[in-house]
């Protein structure tokens, strides 16, 4: 089992509801949702982790850590954190996938991801020679191979950019198809302010499949 500490919004607000029919699950549920669109395909990748911005990204416990440890500290420590307000949120291209991004930096989501990185960090287990190649190490920057062999991943602290995925690769005439279809579905929510206001542990059960959250709790509460 492998767990991550995630951003995703509350289960029954809009956005939640639009990016589950979109991605046709709903990581705080078994089973799927929605109904399968033409872009089904494309959206397969980003549905096994259910809708979610990545600040803690998945790990192995340590053999001396165990989920209930996990649990209670993930609880604490959302206790004792502060949440925050994204100005503005954006649909942007990252390379060639799609997802919803602030329309500019954020500082203090920026140090909220950096904080949860380093609290987290005790109970993960090393990386092991496979997890490191899984993450293509050749293709890193100098800078994002250290991270990875500090942190277990290469996109945080300075590297980190918060965005909340909605596909998976896409390319072409079918990229501008999805970007028009996006902004359709997501438009209420597009340039508009959106709240941190809670964390979730996920967790993945079996190896390969879908991750799933095992506890939601507001930030500062």
Request: proline share 8%.
């Amino acid at each position: 089992m492998r767990a991550a500490i995630y951003y995703t919004p509350e289960q029954d607000g809009d956005l939640a509801r639009n990016a589950a029919d979109w991605l046709g699950r709903d990581p705080f549920r078994k089973e799927g949702v929605g109904e399968e669109h033409r872009f089904s395909s494309q959206v397969q990748s980003p549905a096994r982790y259910g809708f979610h911005a990545t600040l803690k990204a998945p790990f192995r416990l340590k053999d001396d850590a165990s989920i209930d440890d996990l649990r209670l500290f993930f609880r604490e420590f959302a206790a004792r954190t502060s949440g925050l307000t994204i100005p503005s949120l954006v649909l942007q291209r990252i390379g060639r996938f799609f997802a919803l991004v602030p329309a500019q930096r954020v500082p203090e989501l920026d140090a909220l991801a950096a904080k949860v990185v380093e609290a987290f960090e005790p109970f993960r287990a090393p990386l092991t020679p496979s997890d490191r190649a899984r993450r293509n190490p050749d293709a890193l920057s100098d800078r994002q191979r250290e991270l990875l062999d500090t942190w277990g991943y290469p996109y945080v602290m300075d590297e980190f950019r918060f965005h909340m995925t909605l596909t998976g690769p896409v390319t072409g005439a079918q990229a501008d198809e999805i970007e028009t279809e996006l902004q359709t579905r997501f438009a209420s929510h597009l340039g508009n302010p959106h709240p941190i206001a809670a964390l979730a542990l996920f967790v993945e059960p079996e190896e390969g499949g879908p991750f799933f959250v095992d506890s939601y709790s507001r930030l500062g509460t």
